[in-house]
T-cell receptor
Framework: DTGVSQDPRHKITKRGQNVTFRCDPISEHNRLYWYRQTLGQGPEFLTY????????KSRLLSDRFSAERPKGSFSTLEIQRTEQGDSAMYLC??????????FGPGTRLTVL | GENVEQHPSTLSVQEGDSAVIKCTYSDSASNYFPWYKQELGKRPQLIIDIRSNVGEKKDQRIAVTLNKTAKHFSLHITETQPEDSAVYFCAAGAPSSGSARQLTFGSGTQLTVLP
């Protein structure tokens, strides 16, 4: 499968714990996006990388959230001190210079 | 920022009938409008997109129309089939850093095609 992959697919954690998600974009895609999707809603933009540079961050991305893409390939999204409101599907998408964004399967986070 | 509204939230049609989903956007700078289909528990998949330099685009049973003046765009599915049942999301993209598009999504339409 040469599509966008995400790991893990599901994560259950207790409130206050830190979690980290990984996204592997389609090979040679220089653009990588993170979105959050809650039940019954469309994806909400969180942040965007072009190569290794983080160029955009949403106001939704509080100080507890950090994202990296150190070598311009895979990316990680870390949430520190998780809260119940962080429960959602975290989607990664990648693309090239065209506008098309290809989504991964997502990581479903449940904070107890 | 951009605001995208999508209607209806649910839509049921008989197999073979047409389905129409409408979206409006607020930011006149938006110039890229994709539509995604998301089946339960699966990733959003791009089904069609349109840029602001055209008013209509077709791909087999799917078409999208764009009215820039009124800031609205619509998805048309003809000859619907049960496998078209899914949640459909519209989105609007405006240029942002590095010429990428930050997409703002609508809240989705649950389409059910009844056999």
């Amino acid at each position: 499968d040469t599509g966008v992959s995400q790991d893990p697919r599901h994560k259950i954690t207790k409130r206050g714990q830190n979690v980290t998600f990984r996204c592997d974009p389609i090979s040679e895609h220089n653009r990588l996006y993170w979105y959050r999707q809650t039940l019954g809603q469309g994806p909400e933009f969180l942040t965007y990388f072009q190569n290794e540079a983080q160029l955009e961050k949403s106001r939704l991305l509080s100080d507890r959230f950090s994202a990296e893409r150190p070598k311009g390939s895979f990316s990680t999204l870390e949430i520190q001190r998780t809260e119940q409101g962080d429960s959602a599907m975290y989607l990664c998408a990648s693309g090239r210079e065209t506008d098309t964004q290809y989504f991964g399967p997502g990581t479903r986070l449940t904070v107890l | 920022g951009e605001n995208v509204e999508q209607h209806p939230s649910t839509l049921s049609v008989q197999e073979g009938d047409s389905a129409v989903i409408k979206c409006t956007y607020s930011d006149s700078a938006s110039n890229y409008f994709p539509w995604y289909k998301q089946e339960l528990g699966k990733r959003p998949q791009l089904i069609i997109d349109i840029r602001s330099n055209v008013g209509e685009k077709k791909d087999q049973r799917i078409a999208v129309t764009l009215n820039k003046t009124a800031k609205h765009f619509s998805l048309h599915i003809t000859e619907t089939q049960p496998e078209d049942s899914a949640v459909y999301f519209c989105a609007a993209g405006a240029p942002s850093s590095g010429s990428a598009r930050q997409l703002t999504f609508g809240s989705g339409t649950q389409l059910t095609v009844l056999p």
